[in-house]
């Protein structure tokens, strides 16, 4: 028998779609993923930026969290001080008035009294880490001593002669200058005039 080939009609093509199909799906898979990683990369992107966002936003919260519990101390801190101030203003008038005591006043009960709540309240501050400032005799600091005079005086320029006001500090921050008098470094006139005595006046 005779193999029978092919028969084509003179316009008519082979059929290919067999061919067309895979290149086709291969096609549409690429445009997929393409589609499909442009996505993950923009998703990807905003997740970069919520996170972005959501640590500047804990840092400002974080900050503002701090800023509020230093303002509380701050607060707490002045109102302490106020307070303090007005304790040490007590004290200050105790040591004033027991200065100018005479010692057999010092021995009656009344005074005895008042000289023991003038101890009280010293050791009262000394427990809230009140410290008086140092100033008599001691050279003049502009960061603890507010000069209000320069007097003549024995000791040399810029030496503190007298205290006005008493200074303090609450553990170790300034709450009150010292407020003093200050040597101008010219001796008083009685000390010239008995140096004058002693050289038979002389002022060499």
């Known amino acids: 028998m005779s193999k029978t080939k092919p028969i084509f009609h003179k316009h008519e093509k082979p059929d290919t779609s067999e061919t067309k199909e895979p290149e086709m799906n291969e096609k549409v898979e690429q445009e997929i993923t393409s589609d499909f990683e442009t996505q993950i990369g923009e998703l990807n992107q905003q997740v970069d930026q919520w996170k972005d966002k959501y640590l ?9 969290r701090r800023q509020t519990l ?3 101390k701050d607060w707490a ?7 303090i ?10 040591e004033r008035a027991s200065s100018q005591l005479p010692e057999s006043l010092k021995e009656e009960p009344v005074v005895k009294g008042l000289l023991q709540i003038e101890m009280q309240l010293s050791s009262l501050l000394e427990r809230e880490g009140i410290e008086k400032i140092d100033a008599i ?18 000791l040399e320029e810029d ?9 303090y500090k609450m553990k170790g921050k300034l709450i009150r200058p010292a ?20 050289n038979g006046g002389s002022n060499v």
């Open 70 to 72: 230093l303002k509380q």
């Open 77 to 83: 801190f002045q109102a302490t001080e106020k307070i």
């Open 137 to 154: 005799n001691q050279d003049f600091d502009p960061n603890v001593h507010e000069a209000l005079a320069h007097i003549p005086s024995d």
């Open 159 to 167: 030496k503190v002669v007298a205290v006005i006001q008493n200074g």
């Open 56 to 64: 500047r936003l804990m840092a400002d919260f974080d900050n503002y």
């Open 85 to 94: 101030l007005s304790v040490c203003d007590v004290v200050d008038n105790f």
């Open 179 to 198: 407020r003093v008098a200050v040597s101008n470094g010219e001796m008083p006139v009685n000390t010239k005039e008995n140096n004058k005595d002693k």
